[in-house]
């Protein structure tokens, strides 16, 4: 299917975000403003990535998903091991808005608030109309599976391509400190990385 034309992606995609923010469906974070606007990424992007939620000190300080916390900073080293710009994707996250603790710290999204912001992702895919999708993390693994059935897990297919509704997906860890101290390693998930690399080969996106 040929891709949508710039000017119809970007009037989606402005779309997707006055929506997005005027969206109060999770009563838990009615506060907060969802990370989705230009500083996601190009809507041309070939190359989407998917986290769980923007954190508090990061994206829902910078709007830029991943930047600002030691996530960003693990994500952008793992990103610079596999020579791609960032500015040649598209991020964002399984929730737009960043889920807290009563006490004000981070915590994962409910599967009510996954499925709250399903729609939104799943218009977002849509939208960028990307060749391959990464997934950081168990939580963005799952919330694809709201928008087509798979069977794929993290631990059977980290760092593996695999074809998910007419499109790559690269199933990796997330960056967090937390993740590269008890589960996979920085040198590990770099391995991990790599995929992409591959992923772009094999469709000819890596010019
Ligand atoms: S997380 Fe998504 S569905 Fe929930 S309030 Fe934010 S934009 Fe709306």
């Known amino acids: 299917m040929p891709r949508a034309t710039e000017q119809l992606r970007d009037e989606r995609f402005a779309r997707l975000v006055s929506e997005a923010a005027a969206c109060h469906r999770c009563s838990m974070m009615c506060d907060r403003r969802p990370v989705l606007s230009e ?3 190009p809507t041309n992007a070939r190359i989407l990535f998917i986290g769980e939620a923007p954190g508090r000190h990061g994206a829902d300080q910078t709007r830029v998903p991943f930047s600002g916390d030691q996530s960003g ?4 080293r793992l ?3 596999t020579g791609l710009e960032r500015d040649r994707i598209f991020i964002t996250n399984a929730v737009l808005c960043n889920p807290r603790k009563p006490s004000g710290a981070n915590r994962r999204p409910t599967a009510r608030e996954i499925a709250n912001c399903s729609d939104f992702l799943r218009r977002q895919i849509e939208t960028i109309d990307p060749t391959i999708v990464v997934t950081l993390g168990r939580v963005a693994l799952a919330a694809l599976g709201r928008i087509e059935y798979h069977r794929f897990s ?14 790559l997906l690269v199933p990796l860890y997330h960056p967090s400190p937390q993740v590269l101290i008890s ?10 990385y790599r995929a992409i690399g591959r992923a772009l080969r094999s469709c000819g996106e890596d010019r």
């Open 39 to 41: 500083k996601n990424g």
């Open 73 to 76: 900073r693990n994500f952008a």
């Open 79 to 81: 990103l610079a091991s």
């Open 154 to 167: 993290l631990r059977e297919h980290v760092g593996r391509i695999c074809h998910w509704n007419g499109r």
């Open 183 to 192: 589960h996979r390693t920085e040198r590990e998930q770099m391995r991990d």
